[in-house]
């Protein structure tokens, strides 16, 4: 058995997710486990029944408000009761806030063997054996775990997510907390900007100095939208406040893994790498001919990005024009 974290935006699933639901569906049937999905929160009976196109059987939901927002703490003992319940012997989440606050506590309450930042799935032709990023993604570990439970974390846009056919029935989970379990009191919440989660995104455009100050920021943006792509920022925009934090990307900031990162004006530096080199195709565009990022860049562009950002847009709307 497979208990997978699955998590959600005002009611609707995360795309991460659905890709940790068939992520667990593929260890399903590797071991001839099923799969059963956790979900806490407000959140529609449908919406998690839809989780059966993704590769799940069965959903537990504990529907109380207070796990709207994240609760290490809570969301723990929600799945250690989930793992009671099914008697699973693997559990997975997702390598993002939630997950690195809430996984290594599963793993430490089960006493299970954790890996954090999973990118493949596991080989279980010679025990149960983990790929993962290391040294900033600048190699791969394999790592085998011998605990009779499995925890594992999936970095986000690892493998695409395919819908197919089924619906999953849906169970409540019956959970005790006490006010020990709540000890986070949320009282602001401040969404992101943009039409794209920035931790979902395939196609993201990223700034940094070189954009010159936050009111050339529209160029950037122009080009964002006419691809569908989310933005980001590197740490010194965000400490100068040109961009809100939510956007950086870095070391000390998010880490990412589109098909797509264009970097604008960024000199790529070893932190900024760190969050960013799992990306499948970068761009660099900078006028700086030493720049480090170019070495990490499939493609570069060197030029002023104040004179190439307008002519790549125009170039990005010509080209959709012509498919329509």
Known sequence: MIVVLVEHAQGNLKKKSLEATQYAAQIAQ??????????MGTISEQELASLGQYGANNVLH?????????????????????VAQTNATVVVGIHDTTGKAVMPRVAMRLKAGLVAGAVAYPNT????????SVFSGKAFAHVQINSAIKCISLMANTFP???????ASVASLAVNFDANDF??????VEKASGQVPLSEAELVVSGGRGMKGPE???????LAQELGAATACSRPVADSHWRPHGEHVGQTGGTIR???YIAIGISGAIQHLA??????????INKDPEAPFFKAADYGVLGDAMEVLPKLTAAVKKFKASQN
């Open 258 to 260: 589109p098909n797509l």
């Open 216 to 222: 050339n920021w529209h160029i950037l943006e122009s």
């Open 30 to 39: 590797q071991t001839g486990g099923t799969v059963t999905a956790v979900a």
């Open 62 to 82: 504990v529907a109380d408000s207070r796990l709207d927002t994240l609760d290490a703490k809570a969301y723990t003992k929600v799945i250690a009761a989930a």
């Open 125 to 132: 032709s010679n025990g149960f054996v983990v790929k993962k």
């Open 275 to 284: 969050g960013v080199n799992s990306s499948k195709t970068i761009v660099v």
């Open 161 to 167: 997510v395919v819908k197919g056919a089924g619906t």
């Open 183 to 188: 000890a986070v009191k949320v009282t602001h």
